[in-house]
């Protein structure tokens, strides 16, 4: 071999040296880096005839387990709409109150049976009426107050998938000028690594809002769609979603009723997110919520309807009137109710009522009995009302042998497509306790699956990391390989220049 062929061979060796020194570097500083995905360069032995002419890098790529960063890709956007939903209701369970802490539904009613106890024992007393009367304005309160989480949560759900639609608007964008330039650099031969990785990047951050999958294309390019098959466009349109604003009450509805719709091209595809926070901003708004929102108003107008029964309308809605249960649909009458309940204005001027009745009943064989009122200057010891309040309103029977009309469970909400998940109690208790525990029960549902999806997540996250992830330890080897290779690619150089010295040095 000559000497201008070792040089040239050793000056081969640094420029891969340098090139692969570089692709360390990179690695090293992104080591830390979400999503990024080690970047190599193969070496290869260049000969011609058969002589050693030195060596050569491929362009730079990465080893990527697509499936299993398909995978994670989905389990990305499961736990995205796990925390979504475990927030919300997180926020309903502390408007909830803990559960015998005196703050809770259940314990407010009992407050309110238990001063209507105490009024039986000195009915003529006013601290006692006015007791009675305080007991059923907190009740009233923490009713307006868990109705109002509700109304609050639905509203950020809303909130939120207008902001979410532009985030996901804008990560597409995103997507596709990165694909542009992917395709570009591959069709003049270069590599197009770094640009993947950023791609991967921005894809990952999309799985949170959205369940994509994504199908590679020869040129580098690459086509997302849901698993429900909606396309999401990265070329050719700035922000392909839309979803106005809107403020939201207990009767909105989607469709139809207020809520607008998510449109690809003007064509709704708000039932297409299923998963992601996106998916589970929907459920929560359209579903979970005014579920819980229905349950609280048919306890509500049970609560009103079992004391106006018996001859005492105590809970009323601002206009002073009790509303009845009817339809189609079941609640039409009274969606929003227990927003509006409060403690009738006619017993607030006259807390008396509370031991005379507000009006007579005339009895019924299939609901309460008759009933007549004190009138002004009756008894003072009158008990037959607080009687039929402690024996029917808070009681499973409206009279003697005769049972409490049954509380809705189906047929709920505005548009009565909604269902309590549980049996119908008999009594208001009962209806307070079923509606807690559900509502609680949804929320440990939530958290206990979120603590199991995160597991699956990170498990997925450090095996697609072994795989693909930078390895520290691997990189200070192949760097110390590196430097020895240098040192010894130098020393050619160096060992070469020295004979081409001495050699002109002699023929001079």
Known sequence: MSLDSAISVATSGLANVNLQLALISQNVANASTPSYAVVTAAQQSVTAGGVGMGVMSDLATRNVNTQVQASLLLQNATVGALTTRQTALAAIDAAQGTPGQGSDLPSLLGKLQDAFSTLAGGPD???????????????????????????????????????????????????????????????TGLSTADLENQRDAAIQGLSQLVDV?????????????????????????????????????????????????????????????????????IKLRDTTLPTDQSELDEFSQNLAGRFSAQGLNLFTDATGTVPASGGPPTQ??????????????????????????????????????AFTPNPAGGPAGFTTLISRVLNYTFGADAQSGVTQPASNTTGL??????????SPP???????????????????????????????????????????????????????????????????????????????????
């Open 125 to 187: 007393s006013q601290p006692q009426q006015g007791a009675v009367i305080g007991a059923a304005r907190t009740l009233a309160t923490g009713i307006n107050t868990l109705s109002n989480a509700y109304v609050t949560q639905r509203q950020a759900a809303q909130d939120s998938i207008a902001s979410e639609v532009g985030t996901l608007n804008t990560t597409l964008s995103t997507i596709g000028t990165l694909s542009k330039q992917i395709v570009a650099m591959r069709a």
């Open 332 to 369: 039409s009458g009274y969606v929003g109710f227990a927003g509006d309940i409060q403690v009738n204005p006619a017993v607030l001027a006259n807390a008396s009522l509370v031991r005379d009745g507000t009006q007579a009943v005339a009895g019924s064989p299939t609901g309460a009995s």
């Open 426 to 508: 008999a009594t208001l208790s009962g209806i307070a306790s079923a509606l807690v525990a559900a509502q609680a029960q949804d929320s440990s549902t939530t958290s206990g699956q979120v603590s199991t999806e995160q597991s699956v997540q990170t498990s997925l996250q450090s095996t697609l990391s072994a795989g693909s992830g930078v390895s520290m330890d691997t990189e200070m080897s192949l760097m110390i390989t590196l430097q020895n290779a240098y040192g010894a690619n130098a020393k050619v150089i160096t060992a070469a220049q020295a004979m081409f010295a001495q050699l002109l040095q002699s023929v001079a």
């Open 413 to 422: 909400g505005p548009t009565g497509t909604l269902n309590a998940p549980y």
């Open 213 to 281: 999958k994504t199908l590679q294309q020869p040129n580098g390019d690459l086509i997302l769609t849901t698993t429900t098959g909606v396309l999401l466009p990265i070329h050719g349109q700035a922000n392909p979603f839309s979803v106005p604003s809107a403020t939201l009450g207990p009767g909105a509805y989607y469709p139809g009723g207020g809520i607008p719709a998510i449109t690809l091209d003007g064509m709704d595809v708000t039932t297409q997110f299923t998963s992601g926070r996106i998916g589970a901003n």
